[in-house]
Every structure is written in C-alpha cells, then in structure tokens.
C-alpha cells in the first residue's frame, strides 16, 4: 500500500490535488464461502469494484486498506490489479459483528462522462461573530451527499462561517458547492452559534430594570400582614 499525492483529478482544466491511496490487489478467481475463509486466513479482505465496464473482484491484505477506511477524509483510491489501473472511491465497507474485523470492501470506479454519488465531508472556515460574542458553535453535519462528475471531485466543500451570529444557523440551502448537486434536504441545519449559560446570565443581569422587576414582584406576592 503506497500514499501518493500527485492523482489529479480527472479534467486537465483543474489544478487542484486530490490525495490519493494506491491499493496493490490479485484477482479473484474462486469464490463461495471456503475460498474467503482461505483469503481471510491469509489476512486479506475480499472485495469489488462496479460502475465501470465490467465488475473486477479482487483481494488484497487487510493492512492496505488501513488508511482509506479509518479516516475522515475523503480520497480517491487507485487499484492496481494484474497491470491495470482503477481509478476508484470508496463506496461502502462490511465489518464483523462479532469480531469487528474488516470483512469486505466496495470501490466505485470513477467514469469521467458518468456522474457519482459521494459524501464529502464540510470543511468551516472563519470564526463566528457569535462566538466572538461569547457564543458557542454547534456542528450539525460533518458531511453533505452530493451527485457530480469524477472531475469535480474535491476533498472537502469549504464553509465560511465568519457571519454566523448567536441563535442563527446555516443550512444545506446555504452550501455554496458548483457544479455538485446537493441531494440532502435544503433546511437542514448544517452549523449553528447558540448561547452559552454564562452569556444568558450575563445578559439576564445586564438587562434594564430587572432587578427592580424583581423586587416589585416581591413586594406584590408577599402576604398583607394581619
């Protein structure tokens, strides 16, 4: 398993670097449930890649899987297999009930004229005006579900939140991602500044004629004496 960061991504036009793993891989040739016992006694995962001209199954050590499954990132992968290059992602990963162990692997073959489903995850940008204020931010979502081409591909979708200020909230609606197709629902709240229990103290002390409030409503709720 190799880690490079030279894979470009697929139109010439696009000076933006993906990372990229590159996973070295043997064909399957024999399937069923004793032939995976086998690949997984030899400490391999068995798995596929679809959405290309033809399904290639193939297998390769649990180690060189390692750095495209645990991780937040979002990475293109090369699979080498007999000569042969898949430019691929990442599409879903089986584990173990019992053991946990890594199981079986999914890769989407990248078609430059067939658009693809995807998660990326949502990098923010900035600091809020409310958590200048004494506010605190919450993150709602870590990733959106977009439909693009191979070529647009990135690592992440940027998110200024410089303008966010307390008890206002950014949604999927707010997303600025071109030439992807956002498929989570618009009113989603993506990231929020909500006030802090200091900062509602503090506000509830400074407010004008509070403490006189509260004294009048002392004088009226006590009891006439007799």
């Not at 060189?64 to 937040?72: D, G, L, R, S």
């Not at 409310?130 to 979502?141: W, Y």
């Not at 509070?210 to 006439?224: F, N, Q, R, S, W």
């Amino acid at each position: 398993m190799q880690q490079s960061n030279n894979f470009p991504t697929f139109a010439p036009q696009k000076i933006f670097i993906m990372k990229t793993i590159t996973i070295e891989g043997q064909i399957r040739t024999e399937f069923g449930k004793a032939a995976t016992r086998q690949l997984r006694s030899e400490l391999k995962v068995p798995a596929v890649i679809y959405g290309g001209a033809k399904e290639i199954n193939f297998s390769a050590p649990a180690s060189a899987f390692k750095n495209i499954i645990y991780t937040p990132d979002f990475m293109l992968t090369e699979v080498k297999i007999d000569g042969i290059s898949y430019k691929c992602v990442l599409k879903d990963v089986q584990f173990d009930k019992v053991s946990d162990r890594l199981i079986h692997v999914d890769f989407l073959e990248l078609v430059g004229s067939k658009k693809i489903t995807v998660n990326i995850p949502i990098k923010f940008t900035g600091v809020p005006v409310g958590v200048k204020e004494g506010g605190k931010l919450a993150v709602k979502m870590k990733s959106l579900k977009v439909k693009t081409l191979p070529e647009f591909l990135l690592e992440h979708i940027e998110m200024d939140l410089t303008d966010l200020k307390i008890n206002e909230n950014v949604r999927v609606q707010d997303v600025k991602a071109p030439n992807m197709e956002i498929l989570n629902s618009p009113r989603i709240p993506v990231a929020s500044v909500t006030m802090t229990r200091q900062l509602k103290q503090e506000e509830a002390k400074a407010a004008p004629g509070a403490a006189a409030k509260t004294t009048e409503a002392k004088v009226e709720t006590a009891p006439a004496k007799k």
